[in-house]
């Protein structure tokens, strides 16, 4: 197990009763991420290995055909970085450039313990050889019943039988499965310049998708630094521009935490809709800034800029351009946290849940809809193990705190709710979920879960959020018993892992 060191030289790192964790949207993929973190992966393999599990079993949001990012502390060189394979436009217009084999291929080389084959490999075998459906597969089939009734090729995946199947029953995607093979034995090259590769984009265009063989073997994946903000000895990171919920969600930060511990707790769900309606208004003035000039990006979630948000006696009516912003429900999120106290956080999507409608070698293609990657939204949270917080970081010099992805209604500014929950009171992940919510929908409506009110709200129809979470309140290092690891009750995942 590797060991962090303070500043006196101490040997310090998580207990071995702290045997990692994962909190995924579907029960197949997170007990994947387990058995790969019981073999000896890292938090990279398992997050890899369960978005390969969740493209067959929740392929409505996680489909090959998409794109995402993944924040990732290092415990060894204390520090947060993003991996960014989020989805661009293709040289045409139309469906934009499949991102996540490649995406999740360069984290686990990068962070990675475990061979390839191993983390691809069970989410070829359930492809191949069937899976039972679980409850989150059939309600994401069931939500977008008329949505496959009417594409003849979703059909075709999922109404083999004339009717869409039901929760415990069995469901194979062959093509699928050919693909993943592929991927598997020959590593993500192979689905992006190989053989496959072009065979799939022929299909894609075949299907009515716009980008050619070039276009998929030119995507690449991007290391980035991420958002970060500052508190007292606290860095939280957020996903850097296209993700622009990244940009509101360190707003929000910025906003509610020097007033969170100081609300009391039945108010706090006004003071967050505040903050999420000044953040969303705020959406109307980045489309005219350079927002992949980091230092742009970097601005906007200063806390000068938060100041100046506040400044307004009444939150202002949020632009339409905040639409792709606030509204993640085509997005599945994955946490996950390794023994020797690494994290990853992911986000992917298709832009619209399944995607643009078109399927090619059994692979959805994802929705050209504008801005697919903006709702994208986790968060991560590290402590200066030292107990000053440095600019330039060095090896062993933080720890994890906090890990969350926020899909569904809302589910940006929940992600944040949960982590300033964590930080500020270091309250427990299942209090945090058990509050009612508050959020603002991607139409700008106003939504409220039952025992939460607010002016102008109307109640809720849908669950709002839907939250995976890892959360050490004191620290992993300075108190691995606190750890704990949650999915949301308003979805149909699975948390599995924690202490002994």
Do not use: K
Not at 179 to 199: K, M, P, T, W
Not at 319 to 336: E, H
Request: net charge neutral; glycine share 12%.
């Amino acid at each position: 197990m590797a060991a962090a060191c303070s500043g006196g030289g101490d040997q310090r790192g998580p207990a071995a009763d702290f045997v990692g964790g994962a909190a995924v949207d579907e029960p197949r993929a997170a007990l994947v991420a387990r058995d790969i973190l019981a073999a000896g992966g890292s938090a990279a393999d398992a997050a890899s290995a369960a978005y390969f599990a969740l493209s067959v079993t929740l392929p409505g949001r996680a489909t090959l055909g998409g794109g995402g990012a993944c924040l990732v502390f290092d415990p060894v060189l204390g520090r947060v970085e993003t991996v960014d394979f989020m989805t661009r436009p293709a040289a045409q217009a139309g469906s934009p450039v499949p991102m996540n084999a490649r995406g999740f291929f360069v984290l686990q080389g990068r962070y990675g313990r475990l061979r390839w084959e191993q983390v691809v490999a069970p989410g070829e075998a359930m492809a191949r050889f069937g899976v039972q459906i679980s409850r989150a597969q059939a309600s994401e089939l069931a939500e977008n019943a008329s949505r496959i009734a009417a594409s003849p090729e979703l059909s075709r995946l999922f109404r083999p039988a004339g009717a869409l199947p039901r929760e415990g029953e069995r469901l194979v995607q062959p093509d699928l499965a050919e693909i993943l093979g592929a991927i598997r034995s020959r590593g993500a090259n192979e689905f992006h310049a190989g053989s496959a590769g072009v065979r799939f984009a022929a299909a894609a265009r075949a299907a009515g998708g716009a980008f050619s063989a070039a276009d998929l073997a030119a995507a690449a994946p991007q290391f980035r630094a991420p958002l970060s903000v500052s508190l007292q000895d606290m860095r939280v990171s957020f996903l850097p521009p296209p993700a622009q919920a990244g940009i509101m969600q360190g707003q929000l930060w910025q906003m509610l935490a020097p007033r969170w511990a100081q609300t009391p707790r039945e108010r706090r769900g006004d003071l967050s809709l505040d903050a999420q309606l000044r953040a969303l208004a705020d959406a109307g003035r980045w489309g005219a800034l350079d927002l992949e000039d980091f230092g742009v990006s970097s601005e906007a979630v200063s806390a000068r800029r938060a100041q100046a948000l506040m400044a307004a006696s009444a939150a202002p009516a949020p632009s339409a351009a905040a639409r792709a912003v606030a509204d993640s429900s085509a997005t599945t999120t994955i946490v996950t946290v390794d023994r020797e106290g690494g994290a990853v956080a992911c986000a992917v999507t298709a832009g619209e849940e399944f995607g643009a409608g078109r399927v090619a070698n059994g692979v959805i293609l994802a929705s050209a809809q504008a801005r697919p990657s903006a709702s994208l939204g986790v968060v991560m949270a590290t402590r200066s193990i030292g107990g000053v917080l440095s600019l330039s970081q060095r090896a062993d010099s933080a720890q994890f705190v906090f890990a969350g992805g926020g899909g569904g209604i809302g589910g940006a500014a929940v992600a944040v709710g949960a982590g300033l929950g964590t930080v500020v009171e270091r309250a427990t992940l299942d209090r945090l979920i058990e509050q009612p919510r508050v959020v603002v929908d991607g139409a700008l409506r106003i939504l409220a879960e039952p025992g939460a009110t607010a002016p102008g709200a109307v109640p809720a129809s849908v669950r709002l959020g839907r939250l995976n979470a890892v959360a050490c309140p004191a620290g992993l290092v300075d108190e691995p018993t606190a750890c704990r690891v949650r999915t949301d009750p308003r979805g149909d995942g699975l948390a599995v892992g924690g202490v002994r």
